[in-house]
């Protein structure tokens, strides 16, 4: 059975992935908007990660004989002044979750909650990848500066996710 300190910060948590789930929605509609669909396509994938982040901490309340609470998600942002404007509000925002995940790893060790541990561990290696990702495309996306024929490449390349 799950302690209420832990499954008060999981459910915060649950809290932030839907979030985050979201965020990524509202920049894959700015994407639509300014027909870039490869990086609005790309920002989908990363609205079903996000909500697969989210159900997978659902699932380990649930088999712990906890109780999963929902909480109000804020309104996302809705304008952004261009790709690389989006994709470095991406890394800031991997960066902060990266470090709520740090914070739950921290309680885990402190609660002696081995099996959230265990899970937690999932979610360190994969906020290693996330700000990976974010990091290379903001990358680009600075090399590139106004140059639209390397943005229409990169578009076409980001399609590609999830396909
Ligand atoms: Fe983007 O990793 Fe979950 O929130």
Redesign the pocket.
């Known amino acids: 059975m799950i302690k209420d300190k832990m499954l008060k910060a999981i459910n915060e948590q649950i809290n932030?992935?839907y979030a985050?789930a979201y965020i990524y929605l509202s920049m894959s509609a700015f994407f639509e908007s300014v027909n870039l669909q490869g990086f609005a396509q790309w920002m989908r994938v990363?609205v079903r990660?996000?909500t697969a982040?989210g159900d997978k901490f659902f699932k380990h309340i649930v088999e712990r004989g906890g109780r999963v609470a929902l909480k109000a998600i804020p309104e996302p942002a809705f304008e952004w002044k261009s790709p690389l404007d989006v994709f470095q509000a991406t890394q800031k925002?991997?960066q902060q979750?990266t470090a709520c995940i740090h914070k739950l790893m921290d309680l885990a060790h402190a609660e002696k909650d081995y099996a959230a541990i265990g899970l937690l561990q999932w979610?360190v290696d994969?906020?290693v990848e996330?700000e990976a990702h974010a990091e290379e495309i903001v990358q680009k996306l600075t090399m590139m500066g106004d140059a639209k024929h390397a943005i229409y490449m990169l578009d076409r390349e980001l399609g590609a996710r999830g396909k």
């Open positions: 932030e992935e985050s990363q990660e996000e982040h925002h991997e979750i979610f994969e906020q996330e």
